[in-house]
RNA sequence: GGCGCCAUAGCCAAGCGGUAAGGCAGAGGCCUGCAAAGCCUUUAUUCUCCAGUUCGAUUCUGGAUGGCGCCUCCA
């Protein structure tokens, strides 16, 4: 049985979907205005995670992430590069995903965008004012949140303690300090679309309204994003949703928890965020994912460089198990061992059972991995005595755990494979010659240069192994 | 002011009622021409502090201290 923290309860429940056997998950998505930063990465990585980890354990999955493609940043932004916003809109999205495909990040089912859902935006915002939820104003129309007596509930917070609050603005129109816009009126020169307010474009939290119910239908199953949306985001589109519907708008509410930078948030605001490409050209994606999972999504992750080195090298750790793995599961095993194969098989099995007793308590991947360093230490000291049939399904079972944490297999490095292969067969055998010899300078030379070209070389006892280092 | 989260070794990080996982770094050893990789041993009588509940608390309750977040766009 998995286990999720569902926001709205505030604790740990017993995931149970709405039809057996399906996941129906949305997870808002960027607002694409700018490259994504590391911020942004984690719910992308967090849930992309959850979402293989519910195919893994056998369910079929919807997975629906939005793009926020008008709002008052992409306008202004497009204006900064002398741009449309829709050039702008269509610029970054196509930059998020060559940034997340470097984090191994599958593509979502649905990637709907807030400009092609209009008339149904629409729609809502006609219901809402029909069932007195809302009121029209000089061409705004805003969500009465008196209208709606569960408001607040999602947050915790009700409305009297947040008018109390000092940093709440009384808007001129609204009846309501909490009332927010589901439509905004056009100013000249902005992009808008026909309504019958005027022209016009949507609030911020209707669209996830409007496009999780579109593609998923009342009471999907999961809704996710980043902490910071839980008030006032998630809130009002639960508020839209229920108050037009009548009805349960998502089932459970996942929200990950922050990236800090010397312990802050790292915000747009506070200036005190890294790109994600900028990262990636530092650092590899794989790494940058398995250091995200190294933390439990709901905790606080501090960044700095040091910390990405350290994953690196922790990922190394698997990798080199890996690697050993798929050397052995080509080769004969030549004297194999009963024990040897008994001890893998049985520090698979171990694995295989930790690793989903971990993700099934509300998707703890900072355990799931702990219980890959278990098992590669049984692959270093078994798997080379191991038969060849138990090497290989040890190889499956991590091939298998990486479909989830996506980060093991090593990425192509998008150089000819087998012309490398012959080199790397040449040099070894000139540099074996020379240690024949014991010409330790040649020798020595050879794996110095080919550490430099980013290639590592190891003498073991019987072969001598290469790989690629980060 | 309201709501909420966190505090575990040098660093990172699980555990959350039964006597402290894992990674990185450090020390010693094995292996190696030297390395690298790997293996073995070792590194918290103790989980911010103070009360309380309990046979027993890092884990539960109350309080204190420190840090962070949301209430404004934010993942």
Request: proline content about 4%; some cysteine; hydrophobic content about 45%.
């Amino acid at each position: 049985m998995i286990q999720v923290y569902n926001t709205m309860e505030g604790r740990k429940v017993d995931f149970v979907p709405r039809e057996a056997g399906k996941v129906a998950m949305y997870v808002c998505g960027p607002t694409v205005y700018n490259y994504i930063h590391l911020g942004n990465a984690r719910p992308i990585v967090v849930f992309d995670t959850i979402r293989r980890y519910f195919k893994y354990a056998g369910y079929a999955v919807t997975y629906v992430q939005n793009f926020t493609d008008v709002d008052d940043k992409i306008i202004n932004r497009a204006l900064e590069e002398k741009s449309s916003a829709a050039a702008v809109a269509e610029k970054y999205i196509a930059a998020y995903f060559e940034d997340v495909q470097e984090l191994n990040v599958l593509p979502a089912d649905v990637h709907p965008r807030v400009t092609e859902h209009m008339p149904q935006i629409i729609a809502l915002v006609e219901q809402l004012l029909a069932k007195g939820a809302a009121y029209a104003v000089n061409g705004d129309v805003y969500f009465a949140v008196e209208s709606f007596a569960d408001y607040g509930k999602l947050s915790g917070r009700d409305l009297e303690d947040m008018q109390a609050g000092a940093r709440v603005q009384v808007g001129e129109q609204k009846r309501n300090p909490m009332d927010f816009a589901l439509w905004k009126a056009a100013k000249p020169g902005e992009p808008s679309w026909e309504s019958p307010w005027g022209p016009g474009r949507p609030g911020w939290h209707i669209e996830c309204s409007v496009m999780s119910r579109e593609y998923l239908g009342d009471g999907f199953d999961i809704h996710g994003g980043g902490a910071d949306l839980i008030f006032p985001h998630h809130e009002n589109e639960i508020a839209q949703a229920e108050a037009a519907s009548g009805c349960c708008f998502a089932r459970y509410w996942l929200h990950n928890g922050f990236i800090t930078v010397n312990d802050e948030k790292m915000s747009k605001s506070l200036g005190n965020f890294f790109l994600l490409r900028e990262i990636l050209e530092k650092f590899p994606g794989d790494v940058v994912r398995f250091y995200l999972l190294n933390t439990h999504y709901r905790s606080p992750i501090d960044f700095d460089d040091e910390k990405l080195q350290i994953a690196a090298k922790s990922l190394g750790r698997i990798r080199n198990a890996y690697a050993l793995l798929q050397e052995l599961a080509e080769q004969p095993a030549a004297g194999a061992q009963a024990e040897a194969s008994d001890a893998l098989r049985q520090a698979a099995a171990t694995l295989r059972e930790a690793f989903a007793a971990a993700m099934d308590d509300d998707f703890n991947t900072a355990l799931a991995i702990a219980a890959i360093f278990d098992f590669t230490k049984a692959v270093n000291t078994h798997a080379a005595q191991a038969e060849q049939a138990a090497v290989q399904e040890a190889l499956q079972l991590l091939e298998a755990l990486d479909e989830v944490i996506a980060c093991i297999k090593p990425r192509q490095k998008g150089v000819d494979d087998e012309l490398v292969g012959k080199l790397m067969d040449l040099l070894i055998a000139v540099r074996q010659q020379a240690r024949q010899r014991k010409d330790w300078g040649t020798a020595d030379y050879i794996r110095d240069a080919l550490k430099d070209c980013g290639i590592a070389l190891e003498d073991g006892a019987e072969a001598v192994r290469w790989k690629f280092v980060e």
